[in-house]
């Protein structure tokens, strides 16, 4: 069983920076799938950024040029380096990690491992 801790959520102004990271315990995730999703209130769970265990990358249009997602595996951590922070990017941001990922990266119900989520506001 993993246990993924995210941290490095706040608030900042618009156009600022924050840098997530999401940490594992419980087995090496060098081989995983690992992503980044949001929720903002009174909305759904929506994907943001993915990667996968050759490091390859995929972004929802929305954070394209502005959202990069890593990972270290010595550390067992994946992050999200998001610069040109908007309003709309308020959200509780989560990481999500299976090893065995099938279907499509962008929908919840694939992904068999959450953490609890960090807070990210952006204020105009």
């Known amino acids: 069983q993993v246990q993924l801790v995210e941290s490095g959520g706040g608030l900042v102004q618009a156009g600022g920076s924050l840098r997530l990271s999401c940490t594992a315990s419980?087995?090496?995730?060098?081989?995983?799938?690992m992503a980044w999703f949001r929720q903002a209130p009174g909305k759904e769970r929506e994907f943001v950024a993915f990667?996968?265990?050759?490091?390859?990358?995929s972004y929802t249009d929305s954070v394209k040029g502005r959202f990069t997602i890593s990972r270290d595996n010595t550390k067992n951590t994946v992050y999200l380096q998001m610069n040109s922070l908007k309003p709309e990017d308020t959200a509780v941001y989560y990481c999500?990690?299976?090893?065995?990922?099938?279907?499509?990266?962008?929908?919840?119900?694939?992904?068999?491992?959450w953490g609890q989520g960090t807070q990210v506001t952006v204020s105009s």
């Open positions: 419980g087995r090496s995730l060098s081989k995983d799938a």
């Open positions: 999500a990690t299976d090893l065995d990922l099938r279907g499509s990266y962008k929908y919840t119900a694939n992904w068999g491992s």
């Open positions: 990667i996968n265990w050759a490091s390859g990358t």
